[in-house]
């Protein structure tokens, strides 16, 4: 199987703009769709994005989703920043089995 | 609405047992997969199993020896059993319901439960 390859921690400052990024290992990244879940402290994680680049219900349209080929990669994209956003963010696709990438801290300071 | 819930500590040995309980929807004729996931301190998530319409379950194959997962539609639950648990089963569990139709979208996630496997 494949595997999903995140950066360990992002930080950036309130207001601005971040890229995770989420890098296949073999295969094309567009085989399957990719999903992008927020785990917080304290609260059930949620999906943030699912099928590549659509938002879930409730989720701000600060954040978006899209899949590179050339790079074979997915990445998830926060714009203007908040506090709130702070939270580790797993990518997560399918072949042989279910993938989950290592996740990725964000720290909005 | 999904919960967890079970004891949060087992003793080395014997089995693991946790339940979902699922509100905002019946299980029964679902055409969601029925998840449970979990993750072991500092470490990633692992798929454990699904169990899907009413009660055909798929496993992990590193656990699949260990491992039931079953539908109770009278309930609105569903469970996980792992049996002869050892502290590599210490983990927050979490019971997930997939997009409609989708075995790996996991749209609808439980708060998660900390089981500890004493070593």
């Known amino acids: 199987n494949f595997m999903l390859t995140q950066p360990h921690s992002v930080s950036e400052s309130p207001g601005k703009t971040v890229t995770i990024s989420c890098t296949r290992s073999s295969g094309s990244i567009a085989t399957r769709n990719v999903q992008w879940y927020q785990f917080r402290p304290g609260s059930p994680p949620t999906t943030v994005i699912y099928e590549n680049d659509h938002r879930a219900s409730g989720v701000p349209d600060r954040f978006s989703g899209s899949i590179d080929s050339s790079a074979n990669s997915a990445s998830l994209t926060i714009s203007g920043l908040k506090t709130e956003d702070e939270a580790v963010y797993y990518c997560q696709s399918y072949g042989a089995g279910v993938v989950f990438g290592g996740g990725t801290k964000l720290t909005v300071l | 609405r999904l919960q967890e819930s079970g004891p949060g500590l087992v003793k080395p040995s014997e089995t693991l047992s946790l339940i979902c309980s699922v509100s905002g929807g019946s299980i029964r004729h679902s055409s969601h997969y029925y998840t449970w996931i979990r993750q072991p301190p500092g470490k990633g998530l692992e798929w454990i199993g699904n169990v899907f319409d009413g009660g055909h379950a798929s496993y992990n194959p590193s656990l699949k020896s260990r491992l039931t997962i079953s539908v109770d539609t009278s309930a609105n639950q569903f469970s996980l059993k792992l049996t002869s648990v050892t502290a590599a089963d210490t983990a927050v569990y979490y019971c997930?319901?997939?997009?409609?139709?989708?075995?790996?979208?996991?749209?609808?996630w439980g708060q998660g439960t900390l089981v500890t496997v004493p070593s």
């Open positions: 997930v319901r997939t997009a409609e139709w989708e075995v790996a979208d996991f749209r609808s």
